[in-house]
């Protein structure tokens, strides 16, 4: 039986959990995904540990924060005026909004606190600072050699 080469194509079925130390298991998710063996994207703990894999063979990966999404930045939590949101209304804490940096990029942001005069915004990713579980099966393996 072959198993997963550096530049594979590799289909895994997987089951994520997303665990901190003080709230327990925030996030589930599961699915099928492709990926490209060894290629060290935005998931590279994953990429890599593919590599050697054969079809139907399971591996548990625990990731931490640094290979994953990162650790929280505290300078992406910042006070910015309500004036900014006027396209949300109704805004919330907790909403996941789109604003426009001063280098015209967009960016999204979680609300954490919202004011009639302020908006405390996180532009952390919703997962950094956390640590991923990742259990994967490889479903199928396409070799571009």
Same mark, same amino acid.
């Given at each position: 039986?072959?198993?997963? &080469?550096?530049?594979?194509?590799?289909?895994? @079925?997987? &089951?994520?959990?997303?665990?901190?130390?003080?709230?327990?298991?925030?996030? %589930?998710?599961?699915?099928?995904?492709?990926? /490209?063996?060894?290629?060290?994207?935005?998931?590279?703990?994953? @990429? =890599?540990?593919?590599? #050697? =894999?054969?079809? #139907?063979?399971?591996?548990?990966?625990?990731?931490?924060?640094? /290979?994953?999404? *990162?650790?929280? @930045?505290?300078?992406l939590v910042m006070e910015l005026p309500r004036s900014h949101? %006027?396209?949300?209304?109704?805004? $919330?804490? #907790?909403?996941?909004? &789109? !604003?426009?940096? %001063?280098? *015209?990029?967009?960016?999204?942001?979680?609300?954490? %606190?919202?004011?009639? $005069?302020?908006?405390?915004?996180?532009?952390?990713?919703?997962?950094?600072? =956390?640590? !991923?579980?990742? @259990?994967?099966?490889?479903?199928?393996?396409?070799? !571009? /050699?």
């Open positions: 039986m072959s198993s997963v &080469r550096e530049g594979d194509i590799a289909v895994i @079925d997987y &089951r994520a959990s997303v665990v901190d130390g003080s709230e327990g298991i925030l996030a %589930r998710e599961s699915g099928r995904m492709r990926l /490209r063996a060894g290629d060290c994207g935005a998931m590279g703990a994953i @990429d =890599m540990a593919v590599v #050697g =894999m054969s079809a #139907g063979e399971t591996k548990k990966l625990v990731i931490p924060p640094e /290979r994953a999404f *990162g650790e929280r @930045d505290p300078s949101f %006027r396209l949300y209304p109704d805004l $919330k804490a #907790g909403c996941l909004v &789109r !604003l426009c940096s %001063r280098a *015209g990029k967009e960016i999204e942001v979680v609300t954490r %606190r919202v004011g009639d $005069k302020s908006v405390t915004v996180d532009a952390n990713h919703p997962l950094a600072g =956390m640590t !991923l579980n990742f @259990d994967m099966t490889v479903h199928a393996i396409e070799s !571009l /050699r």
